[in-house]
């Protein structure tokens, strides 16, 4: 069945679904409110608003370079469905600590003494929740999905997650203002999300159960080996890592491209944001549709070249923009759509995502469904290893080219030209797909 919608209706699936889409929902909630009113309402720089916004984004990248390893043999030895409630649980506690935070922020209470590192902490968290529930979240799919299932289920996932990103990010823009509010919010949808992921069916773990390595490096070095060795796996992840290495560059540019190259207020940062979202979003179940429920990298490369092409757009755009604006005040939604390129950008930012969602969703599907069952996790857990390093290198490269002084339209346009490596690493990996199915055919049973 190449239509995703039925899976909606079917319990061994909306509650997963749901409990995603109140993590990523409420993930950015917080990340966004805090990553806006600190740069919009504490800094008052380019620099320290890049800055700020690259160590928040390797602080919540980084526990997933050191714990995904051991989040994966947790989800491939435990019940997955145990782990997940275990994991929104702490997520309570944690929106807890980043309320204070905001609380103490907004009523200038300690900001850089304590409601900062309160913020930042508490961002560190949410990474270290996410880097837990990552592998779950696509592994279980293939224990609780038929087999043409799991490509549609990876795209809903997906899918669901950027409408989340985009909810929340709508939600943040209108916060930032009222960051009172926001403190509350995020406690109240951390004790909805734990309440809606009780109905997770079980999901027992599959296999012989082994002996869990707590060392963050020796069992990282040890799964990253193992996993490798899968020709098809090894391509799958380092297109993945390379392409979340563009997307944190841009993530990282947005909330300052906003306000110092367009010059517009948050609510447009925000807007950039649900632009973005919208089009992955599209993009992850236009993908189920070409490819009619077949896990393959056919459309990988042509898909990762137009996103390079749109990014080129956007950097023409932002360029026009800068040289023929000169006014000192931050324009609101209203007025900055009252510009015609406004549009041209929303556009391209748009499509960016899609041809991104397009790329990046039968990947994650390869990382499920070309290994044995009992090592789903611990792939995607590879995945998750090598992305988070790929992604803090992106943000290091970002502050490196906002300390060096490049301006940020420009450091857009190499974001561009890296697309052209994911364009190689798309064709590499169908060369690889292709082979595989070769040999399997030469080495059937007649």
């Given at each position: 069945?190449?239509?995703?919608?039925?899976?909606?209706?079917?319990?061994?699936?909306?509650?997963?679904?749901?409990?995603?889409?109140?993590?990523?929902?409420?993930?950015?909630?917080?990340?966004?409110?805090?990553?806006?009113?600190?740069?919009?309402?504490?800094?008052?720089?380019?620099?320290?608003?890049?800055?700020?916004?690259?160590?928040?984004?390797?602080?919540?990248?980084?526990?997933?370079?050191?714990?995904?390893?051991?989040?994966?043999?947790?989800?491939?030895?435990?019940?997955?469905?145990?782990?997940?409630?275990?994991?929104?649980?702490?997520?309570?506690?944690?929106?807890?600590?980043?309320?204070?935070?905001?609380?103490?922020?907004?009523?200038?209470?300690?900001?850089?003494?304590?409601?900062?590192?309160?913020?930042?902490?508490?961002?560190?968290?949410?990474?270290?929740?996410?880097?837990?529930?990552?592998?779950?979240?696509?592994?279980?799919?293939?224990?609780?999905?038929?087999?043409?299932?799991?490509?549609?289920?990876?795209?809903?996932?997906?899918?669901?997650?950027?409408?989340?990103?985009?909810?929340?990010?709508?939600?943040?823009?209108?916060?930032?203002?009222?960051?009172?509010?926001?403190?509350?919010?995020?406690?109240?949808?951390?004790?909805?999300?734990?309440?809606?992921?009780?109905?997770?069916?079980?999901?027992?773990?599959?296999?012989?159960?082994?002996?869990?390595?707590?060392?963050?490096?020796?069992?990282?070095?040890?799964?990253?080996?193992?996993?490798?060795?899968n020709r098809e796996i090894?391509?799958?992840?380092?297109?993945?890592?390379?392409?979340?290495?563009?997307?944190?560059?841009?993530?990282?540019?947005?909330?300052?491209?906003?306000?110092?190259?367009?010059?517009?207020?948050?609510?447009?940062?925000?807007?950039?944001?649900v632009s973005f979202s919208?089009?992955?979003?599209?993009?992850?179940?236009?993908?189920?549709?070409?490819?009619?429920?077949?896990?393959?990298?056919?459309?990988?490369?042509?898909?990762?070249?137009?996103?390079?092409?749109?990014?080129a757009l956007f950097y023409?755009?932002?360029?026009?923009?800068?040289?023929?604006?000169?006014?000192?005040?931050?324009?609101?939604?209203?007025?900055?759509?009252?510009?015609?390129?406004?549009?041209?950008?929303?556009?391209?930012?748009?499509?960016?995502?899609?041809?991104?969602?397009?790329?990046?969703?039968?990947?994650?599907?390869?990382?499920?469904?070309?290994?044995?069952?009992?090592?789903?996790?611990?792939?995607?857990?590879?995945?998750?290893?090598?992305?988070?390093?790929?992604?803090?290198?992106?943000?290091?490269?970002?502050?490196?080219?906002?300390?060096?002084?490049?301006?940020?339209?420009?450091?857009?346009?190499?974001?561009?030209?890296?697309?052209?490596?994911?364009?190689?690493?798309?064709?590499?990996?169908?060369?690889?797909?292709?082979?595989?199915?070769?040999?399997?055919?030469?080495?059937?049973?007649?």
């Amino acid at each position: 069945m190449f239509t995703s919608t039925h899976l909606l209706k079917r319990r061994r699936f909306l509650p997963l679904f749901a409990t995603q889409l109140f993590n990523a929902f409420n993930d950015n909630v917080y990340k966004t409110t805090m990553v806006l009113f600190v740069v919009y309402t504490i800094y008052n720089s380019a620099e320290s608003e890049t800055m700020f916004s690259s160590v928040a984004s390797g602080l919540f990248i980084l526990p997933f370079f050191l714990l995904s390893a051991i989040a994966g043999q947790l989800s491939d030895l435990r019940d997955k469905a145990v782990l997940i409630r275990r994991i929104k649980a702490a997520e309570i506690v944690l929106m807890c600590v980043g309320a204070v935070g905001l609380f103490m922020a907004w009523n200038g209470i300690a900001v850089d003494a304590v409601a900062i590192p309160l913020l930042l902490a508490t961002l560190f968290g949410t990474g270290v929740q996410s880097a837990f529930f990552g592998p779950i979240k696509y592994a279980i799919l293939p224990q609780h999905l038929k087999k043409d299932e799991v490509l549609a289920g990876t795209g809903l996932v997906e899918a669901g997650t950027y409408i989340a990103i985009m909810g929340g990010t709508i939600l943040a823009g209108l916060l930032s203002e009222n960051v009172e509010i926001a403190a509350f919010a995020i406690v109240t949808f951390a004790v909805m999300g734990y309440l809606v992921s009780r109905q997770v069916p079980p999901a027992p773990p599959q296999g012989e159960k082994e002996k869990i390595d707590y060392n963050p490096f020796t069992s990282s070095w040890a799964l990253l080996r193992d996993t490798m060795q899968n020709r098809e796996i090894l391509y799958a992840i380092i297109a993945i890592s390379f392409f979340w290495t563009i997307g944190s560059v841009l993530f990282i540019q947005f909330p300052p491209l906003a306000k110092n190259v367009l010059l517009a207020d948050p609510k447009v940062a925000s807007l950039f944001l649900v632009s973005f979202s919208v089009g992955v979003a599209v993009g992850s179940v236009t993908i189920n549709l070409l490819l009619k429920g077949r896990v393959s990298a056919r459309y990988a490369p042509i898909s990762v070249l137009m996103m390079g092409i749109m990014v080129a757009l956007f950097y023409m755009v932002c360029r026009a923009w800068n040289a023929g604006l000169r006014s000192d005040e931050l324009m609101d939604v209203t007025m900055f759509l009252s510009y015609p390129l406004a549009w041209v950008v929303l556009g391209s930012l748009l499509l960016i995502a899609i041809f991104g969602g397009m790329f990046v969703v039968p990947l994650y599907a390869f990382l499920t469904t070309r290994v044995a069952a009992n090592m789903a996790s611990r792939t995607v857990a590879a995945n998750n290893i090598v992305n988070s390093g790929s992604m803090v290198i992106g943000s290091l490269l970002a502050f490196a080219l906002s300390t060096i002084g490049i301006p940020l339209a420009e450091q857009v346009l190499l974001s561009s030209a890296m697309c052209l490596v994911s364009v190689w690493l798309g064709m590499k990996l169908y060369r690889a797909e292709q082979d595989a199915a070769i040999h399997a055919a030469e080495t059937a049973p007649a």
